[in-house]
């Protein structure tokens, strides 16, 4: 099993608020990725690797500027999938990266990074792949860093991911059906 606390510490050396925040919702996360593969046995999901993915999804939310969630960097919060992912791959966890970058939203393809002018490579995939990618995605969106007394049902999520269009809406539901 893969240290994944001490990858935390690294960048999270501080008890502060941002690090209980993180902390918390990748709990809630992992909690609810773990749940899905006992539920699902058939899916022989990777549960080891579930966790430590949940628990890495967010860690490159420090370099990003929302205040909301006491995170003062530079970088848009669109940004945290891509610099977390980058981060765990200088520690050559490749998969682990993945799941960083392709947890947000429900993914997000090629035709949104173009048509909403999101500050994202082009050449990057940002769409959940793997079984286990598209578990951490999916538990995620139940669980707000905003809020971490709340959790969401599935009708509050697909309220939530409605904005954002049709395409991620039809992958959310079909998610359910495997997941639920």
């Given at each position: 099993m893969m240290d994944y606390q001490a990858i935390i510490n690294e960048?999270?050396?501080?008890?502060?608020d941002l690090r209980r925040i993180l902390l918390t919702h990748s709990r809630q996360v992992a909690d609810r990725c773990l749940l899905i593969a006992h539920k699902h046995p058939e899916l022989k999901l990777d549960t080891e690797f579930l966790e430590e993915a949940a628990m890495l999804h967010d860690i490159g939310i420090f370099q990003c500027d929302a205040p909301s969630i006491q995170c003062f960097g530079t970088e848009p919060y669109i940004c945290h999938g891509m610099i977390g992912g980058r981060l765990l791959r200088e520690k050559g966890l490749v998969r682990h990266a993945q799941v960083c970058e392709r947890h947000?939203?429900?993914?997000?393809?090629?035709?949104?990074?173009?048509?909403?002018?999101?500050?994202?490579p082009l050449d990057g995939n940002y769409v959940p792949d793997t079984l286990e990618e598209q578990v951490v995605c999916y538990a995620d969106k139940f669980y707000s860093k905003t809020h971490l007394d709340r959790e969401r049902t599935v009708e509050q999520t697909a309220r939530s991911l409605e904005p954002f269009g049709e395409a991620g809406l039809k992958r959310f539901f079909q998610w359910v059906d495997i997941f639920e």
């Open positions: 960048y999270y050396p501080s008890e502060n947000t939203g429900t993914g997000i393809s090629r035709d949104q990074i173009q048509a909403q002018n999101l500050p994202l």
